[in-house]
């Protein structure tokens, strides 16, 4: 079959590999004039900044795409694993380190209250649990209600009704260490206090196979595996916006025939797999009168995650007391998650993911210089707010308090910078509301209450990426493309 793939993110590349090695022609159509979607990368004054994921768990699911071309992941990208996973630090000066050694996990604890080892030792013995029944449910298509009725004694017994900060508090006493376990949801666009408990089996995977970089940045895996994807004849043509999916109608049914590109060519294609944001693809891509389920009402009707802002810089000094990855609490943690994901204001308040690859890998700054960037989870544009306006005092808001709380003489010495805010999701991505994570990680628009990887409305119309089951992050995203290769399997 001829295979289009609207979108060269994680979960279309991984897709389009799939398809490719199952023996189909494969075409992959991307808007930008790089690949990765999310994994962009932007290159400045000899820096070269990954635009979004940084965080790599769950190796294997690159080995799985490589093993069906009779190959390593490590002949095209170097995995590394990093020893301090992530350094949390909180407002009052407090820090909590975070690896994957059980011991020093438990004398982290005690630091803050050793009342809390037995609760922790116990939530982690759960969180084995979760993964399990979690991994399975992740692995699976979700087509069809008696899949979701499958699924329910699992998510009962696994009390999947709480948030994944009620189940910790479950176990854990202690405010500060609540707040450490259970902050994972935000690296895929749920708030802590809402997503469910499923989620803490982000934990176990981080602490069983461990967090890993790549080598050169995350880049390196988007074009690691693109190698793979055109020595194998795939065919990738960026700069090329899809503006349609065009339909026929098969036994009175709508079928794909092909796509539309803003140029106006047209290519034709038995399958379409779209990695593009759900909402798009649905709204934006095929005429009203072809969806039945997924009509603008349905589409609005969805709880759409939060946005991001985010810094780029270099700097010409090295910030040695800086790992790989800082988590920065504010004051108002709990509050301001409500004002980002509830009330949509931006709040004076912000907590922040600082990222320093410098800490690992020298290749990416010149010599001597460090390469960061940092984010802001805020509204997404729900919230009305003008960029255009508030973008530079936001800037000098976070560069400002970095330099005075972590990061002494931050301003003299930053020697390249540039930001993106909700704007960027919406314009370069193409992202329904601008925002970073699709639609939200809440149980109700989980599994069979998430738009489908195969299309109701549609034949031989596919999704994949992070709007889809199972959802974002990257583990989340090339699941969604086994899922899909799957189905294509069945047509
Ligand atoms: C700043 C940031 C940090 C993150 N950190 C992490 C992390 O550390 N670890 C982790 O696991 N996850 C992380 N995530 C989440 C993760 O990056 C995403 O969930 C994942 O990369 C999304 O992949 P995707 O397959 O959905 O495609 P996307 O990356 O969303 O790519 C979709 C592609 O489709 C293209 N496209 C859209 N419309 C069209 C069209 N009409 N025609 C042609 N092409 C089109 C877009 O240009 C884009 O290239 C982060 C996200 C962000 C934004």
């Given at each position: 079959?001829?295979?289009?793939v609207?979108?060269?993110?994680?979960?279309?590349?991984?897709?389009?590999?799939?398809?490719?090695?199952?023996?189909?022609?494969?075409?992959?159509?991307?808007?930008?004039?790089?690949?990765?979607?999310?994994?962009?990368?932007?290159?400045?004054?000899?820096?070269?900044?990954?635009?979004?994921?940084?965080?790599?768990?769950?190796p294997?699911?690159?080995?799985?795409?490589?093993?069906k071309?009779?190959k390593?992941?490590?002949?095209?990208?170097?995995?590394?694993?990093?020893?301090?996973?992530?350094?949390?630090?909180?407002?009052?000066?407090?820090?909590?380190?975070?690896?994957?050694?059980?011991?020093?996990?438990?004398?982290?604890?005690?630091?803050?209250?050793?009342?809390d080892?037995?609760?922790?030792?116990?939530?982690?013995?759960?969180t084995?649990?979760?993964?399990?029944?979690?991994?399975?449910?992740?692995?699976?298509?979700f087509?069809?209600?008696?899949?979701?009725?499958?699924?329910?004694?699992?998510?009962?017994?696994?009390?999947?009704?709480?948030?994944?900060?009620?189940?910790?508090s479950?176990?854990?006493?202690?405010?500060?260490?609540?707040?450490?376990?259970?902050?994972?949801?935000?690296?895929?666009?749920?708030?802590?206090?809402?997503?469910t408990?499923?989620?803490?089996?982000?934990?176990?995977l981080?602490?069983?196979?461990?967090?890993?970089?790549?080598?050169?940045?995350?880049?390196?895996?988007?074009?690691?595996?693109?190698?793979l994807?055109?020595?194998?004849?795939?065919?990738?043509?960026?700069?090329?916006?899809?503006?349609?999916?065009?339909?026929?109608?098969?036994?009175g049914?709508?079928?794909?025939?092909?796509?539309?590109?803003?140029?106006?060519?047209?290519i034709?294609?038995d399958?379409?797999?779209?990695?593009?944001?759900?909402a798009?693809?649905?709204?934006?891509?095929?005429?009203?009168?072809?969806?039945?389920?997924?009509?603008?009402?349905?589409?609005?009707?969805?709880?759409?995650?939060?946005?991001?802002?985010?810094?780029?810089?270099?700097?010409?000094?090295?910030?040695?007391?800086?790992?790989?990855?800082s988590?920065?609490?504010?004051?108002?943690?709990?509050?301001?998650?409500?004002?980002?994901?509830?009330?949509?204001?931006l709040s004076?308040?912000f907590?922040?993911?600082?990222?320093?690859?410098?800490?690992?890998?020298?290749?990416?700054?010149?010599?001597?210089?460090?390469?960061?960037?940092?984010?802001?989870?805020?509204?997404?544009?729900?919230?009305?707010?003008?960029?255009?306006?508030?973008?530079?005092?936001?800037?000098?808001?976070i560069?400002?308090?970095?330099?005075?709380?972590?990061?002494?003489?931050?301003?003299?010495?930053?020697?390249?910078?540039?930001?993106?805010?909700?704007?960027?999701?919406?314009?370069?991505l193409?992202?329904?509301?601008?925002?970073?994570?699709?639609?939200?990680?809440?149980?109700?628009?989980?599994?069979?209450?998430?738009?489908?990887n195969?299309?109701?409305?549609?034949?031989?119309?596919?999704?994949?990426?992070?709007?889809t089951?199972?959802?974002?992050?990257?583990?989340?995203?090339?699941?969604?493309?086994?899922?899909?290769?799957?189905?294509?399997?069945?047509?």
């Amino acid at each position: 079959m001829r295979i289009v793939v609207i979108g060269s993110g994680f979960g279309g590349i991984s897709a389009a590999l799939r398809c490719l090695s199952a023996g189909n022609e494969v075409i992959i159509l991307e808007k930008l004039d790089k690949p990765g979607g999310r994994a962009y990368y932007f290159e400045k004054d000899g820096f070269i900044f990954d635009a979004g994921p940084t965080v790599i768990t769950a190796p294997w699911l690159f080995d799985e795409i490589f093993e069906k071309f009779g190959k390593k992941s490590s002949d095209y990208f170097t995995l590394k694993k990093l020893e301090t996973f992530y350094k949390i630090f909180f407002d009052d000066g407090k820090e909590f380190n975070y690896n994957g050694v059980k011991q020093d996990i438990l004398s982290e604890i005690r630091k803050f209250n050793p009342g809390d080892v037995e609760g922790y030792l116990k939530f982690f013995e759960t969180t084995e649990k979760i993964f399990t029944a979690g991994f399975k449910l992740i692995a699976h298509p979700f087509g069809k209600f008696s899949d979701m009725l499958k699924i329910l004694p699992d998510l009962i017994r696994l009390r999947s009704d709480k948030s994944v900060y009620k189940y910790v508090s479950g176990y854990i006493k202690n405010e500060y260490l609540r707040k450490v376990f259970s902050f994972h949801p935000l690296l895929i666009g749920g708030n802590p206090y809402n997503t469910t408990s499923i989620y803490t089996l982000i934990h176990y995977l981080e602490q069983k196979w461990g967090v890993w970089y790549v080598q050169g940045g995350t880049n390196k895996a988007v074009l690691g595996m693109l190698k793979l994807f055109r020595e194998n004849n795939g065919i990738l043509n960026l700069n090329s916006e899809v503006s349609e999916i065009l339909v026929k109608k098969e036994n009175g049914k709508p079928k794909v025939k092909g796509v539309k590109l803003t140029s106006g060519k047209i290519i034709d294609a038995d399958v379409v797999i779209s990695n593009a944001d759900v909402a798009f693809t649905y709204k934006k891509y095929i005429k009203p009168v072809y969806r039945k389920k997924y009509t603008d009402r349905k589409i609005d009707s969805f709880k759409y995650s939060m946005s991001l802002f985010v810094i780029y810089f270099g700097t010409k000094i090295k910030y040695n007391h800086l790992p790989h990855h800082s988590i920065i609490l504010g004051k108002t943690y709990k509050e301001l998650l409500k004002d980002i994901f509830t009330n949509y204001k931006l709040s004076d308040d912000f907590s922040l993911y600082l990222h320093r690859p410098t800490a690992s890998d020298d290749s990416v700054a010149p010599p001597g210089n460090d390469c960061f960037y940092v984010l802001s989870p805020v509204p997404n544009l729900k919230s009305g707010i003008n960029w255009n306006e508030k973008g530079e005092v936001y800037k000098n808001l976070i560069l400002d308090y970095l330099e005075k709380k972590y990061m002494p003489g931050l301003r003299k010495n930053i020697v390249t910078e540039f930001y993106v805010t909700p704007e960027y999701f919406l314009n370069k991505l193409n992202s329904c509301l601008g925002t970073a994570f699709a639609i939200e990680p809440i149980l109700f628009q989980s599994a069979w209450m998430r738009p489908h990887n195969e299309s109701e409305d549609i034949k031989n119309l596919f999704l994949v990426g992070a709007g889809t089951h199972p959802g974002a992050g990257l583990p989340g995203v090339i699941s969604s493309a086994k899922i899909v290769e799957k189905l294509i399997r069945n047509i």
